[in-house]
């Protein structure tokens, strides 16, 4: 089809535009190290100016960025000129892209080559010399053809050796070596580095591939050496005396001379079994210490990249799958305040959509106004929001340089959002809470949280309803929901008999739910599923709980006095008694029988460390509690015995030093016995038995077993 001449010069515009959005963005990422827009965001711009200069062939210009490699050094660092050429990759997005890579190359030869697989970290590239063995020189990529001499930071970089490994003789050592890898900052140090930088009101790092840039090109080595970079080789570029037949032999070699390769840098037989490798590393994208962006693919044969060479840009033997983006750039319109069931005011920031790991974002947490500040963030910035796995999307920080002078502080509003309630922040908190007793945010979220399924696990009552339950004000609390009748339910948005019928049987169940599940449902703060059950078990009824003092809740086990005072305070608020009150009418459980018959051991409670050899240590806790004694796993003032096996731990230290009574074997079988008035064990009962006394031993400087 003949091209139309105003197809060609709208095309020639819009190349001239996108080139120069190119190199501006270049520009910010590889010599500001201040990127403004997300690497997808750059992937975009860059596919569609490739593709256009595909249909335009004839206006590809010698400066085009995708005649180049990369971004041009800067003047803070010697130049490197690179002995062989750093290419990039070429990028797939997907298996039907990578199979198109994969048939061509395929082609190519003749033949289906093997493959070799490897995460694609999210670092920065960077080409390592080593004369007989020596560290003598390091150099980022740079435009591919010409790096940074950036040899003082290296040194200090984690796992970077300084000379090779030998085995045996010095002479088998290749006289110089050139070997390429990735230099990475680890999530944790990236975030531990992230909230000093906060502390100290400088600017945030992006994410951890910036940070590891901008650690790397630091004049002062000892500033890198205080950020624990870490690197993983993956490729060779010349080793004078050493040949390899395919690249994983290769990789496996380096890593004989010491160097570190990505332990899963995996061969694999086809291209089904690569596919499958990227899928697996995409579900354990997450697991790894650092960030990944993609799998990288290369053709195993060594001499397959020699036939196959490279085109001006890119590899023809390798390629990159890149993963779904978990980071963009995008504005922050607002930021508005929440309100949770506690109370607690938590700000969020509210959007212009963006699509993120594989979902539009509108929302994304800003934690507290103290995280905020930390960070930097205005209201109306661009910032980088992120998204990663089953993480709550959050903003990761501001991009200062796009500011336009319109941007505003958040301030904290003096008066709750929803209620209109005063609101307080207790000393030495973060957290902001509104304190009205009748705040409907409140009253939504408990009721929410109390029908949850970890809680009371009532079916059916989300958050729609309970929203229509409140605005038709049939319940205030969660007390009121087991009075509701199905005519009233009946009244609700949406409800019909059938699903009226179905949230009655769900409050129904609920109403026989073990009391650890009513006071999770509570929602009182601190206390979580263990801290429910040490309390139900303690105190096995609502009402007794409600009684206690602060100080005798303390005395459970388990449960420190900052819980016991959340308690207290929870069933002192107004209204609260009122609440189980309306439980106790409506149906639901309040107490339930938790003790256990009594037995000879009850009220001692035991504590087991090391191996015993006549039964297994779960064995020996059954026994215990079957005779009503209780087992704990750490020894305090409250254990009555130890019972110590072979090779104790440090628990009999801490036994001997509370002077708690100690337990040999023999002399626990024979309580046990003793306790089950019959032979505690098949052989030596009675020898057990007759040892009693000099078992048991208060005084720990006897204590030998
Ligand atoms: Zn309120």
Request: charged share 25%; net charge negative.
């Amino acid at each position: 089809m003949a091209q139309k001449n105003g197809d060609h010069a709208e095309a020639r515009e819009r190349l001239d535009a996108l080139r120069k959005e190119i190199a501006h963005h270049d520009h910010r990422y590889h010599v500001l190290e201040r990127p403004e827009i997300s690497d997808a965001a750059y992937d975009a711009l860059f596919r569609e100016l490739t593709d256009l200069e595909r249909r335009f062939p004839d206006l590809v210009t010698p400066d085009s960025p995708t005649q180049r490699v990369g971004a041009t050094p800067s003047a803070l660092f010697v130049p490197v000129q690179h002995s062989e050429r750093l290419l990039s990759l070429d990028n797939v997005f997907d298996d039907d892209e990578l199979t198109a890579w994969y048939d061509r190359a395929a082609r190519g030869l003749g033949r289906s080559p093997p493959l070799v697989c490897e995460p694609k970290i999210d670092g920065v590239s960077v080409a390592i010399v080593y004369e007989r063995g020596r560290f003598v020189r390091g150099a980022t990529r740079g435009d591919g053809t010409v790096g940074e001499d950036v040899t003082a930071n290296l040194r200090t970089v984690r796992g970077l050796p300084m000379r090779l490994h030998v085995e045996g003789r010095e002479d088998t050592l290749p006289e110089w070596l050139e070997v390429r890898g990735e230099i990475y900052l680890p999530i944790a140090d990236f975030e531990r580095l992230n909230a000093e930088l906060g502390d100290a009101g400088r600017q945030l790092f992006a994410n951890p591939r910036n940070a590891a840039a901008g650690s790397l090109r630091q004049k002062d080595p000892a500033i890198t050496a205080a950020r624990p970079l870490r690197i993983f080789f993956h490729g060779l570029v010349h080793a004078v005396g050493l040949t390899f037949r395919t690249h994983h032999e290769m990789l496996a070699h380096l890593r004989t001379l010491g160097l570190r390769v990505h332990p899963r840098s995996e061969p694999q037989p086809d291209l089904a079994s690569a596919r499958a490798y990227v899928a697996r590393l995409l579900a354990d994208r997450h697991a790894l210490e650092h960030e990944i962006d993609g799998a990288v693919i290369k053709i195993d044969p060594l001499d397959a990249h020699t036939e196959l060479g490279t085109t001006s840009k890119a590899p023809r033997w390798a390629v990159a799958y890149k993963f779904p983006a978990e980071e963009q750039t995008t504005r922050l319109n607002d930021i508005m305040v929440s309100v949770g069931r506690t109370g607690a005011l938590t700000p969020f920031a509210m959007l212009e959509p963006v699509r993120v790991g594989g979902v539009t974002l509108q929302m994304a947490t800003l934690h507290n106004p103290d995280e905020i500040a930390r960070k930097g963030i205005l209201i109306g910035d661009m910032v980088v929001v992120r998204r990663a796995g089953d993480v709550i999307p959050e903003v990761v920080a501001p991009v200062p340089s796009l500011r336009t002078g319109s941007e505003r502080p958040f301030v904290m509003p003096d008066r709750c959002p929803v209620c209109g309630g005063p609101i307080e922040r207790p000393e030495g908190e973060a957290v902001t809470r509104c304190t009205s007793l009748d705040c409907p945010a409140q009253s939504l979220e408990r009721i929410v949280h109390f029908a949850s399924r970890g809680a009371m696990d009532i079916e059916h009552l989300g958050y729609s309803t309970a929203q229509a339950l409140l605005d038709k004000k049939l319940v205030a609390d969660v007390g009121d929901l087991f009075s509701l009748t199905a005519a009233q339910i009946g009244t609700l948005p949406g409800y019909k008999a059938r699903s009226t019928q179905n949230l009655l049987k769900a409050i129904e169940a609920a109403r026989s739910r073990p009391i650890e599940r009513l006071l999770i449902g509570f929602g009182i703060r601190h206390v979580g599923g263990t801290a429910a059950r040490k309390l139900a078990d303690a105190f096995h009824a609502i009402p007794a709980l409600a009684r206690a003092s602060a100080a005798d809740i303390a005395k459970v086990e388990g449960i420190g006095p900052v819980i016991a005072e959340a308690v207290r305070a929870h069933f002192d608020r107004p209204g609260t008694l009122e609440v189980i009150e309306k439980l106790r009418q409506g149906g639901v459980r309040l107490e339930e029988d938790r003790t256990r018959a009594a037995g000879p051991l009850t009220g001692k409670t035991f504590v087991i460390t090391g191996t015993l050899t006549s039964m297994s240590r779960e064995a020996a806790m059954k026994r215990i509690d079957a005779l009503g004694g209780k087992v704990t796993s750490s020894v305090s003032g409250r254990t009555s015995y130890l019972v110590v096996g072979a090779d104790p731990s440090s628990k009999l230290d801490k036994a001997q030093k509370l002077k708690l009574p100690l337990l040999d074997e023999a002399a626990f079988l024979a309580m046990l016995g003793d306790a089950d008035g019959a032979p505690a064990a098949d052989a030596g009962s009675a020898e057990a038995a007759g040892e009693v006394g000099e078992g048991v031993r208060p005084e720990p400087e006897t204590a030998g077993a």
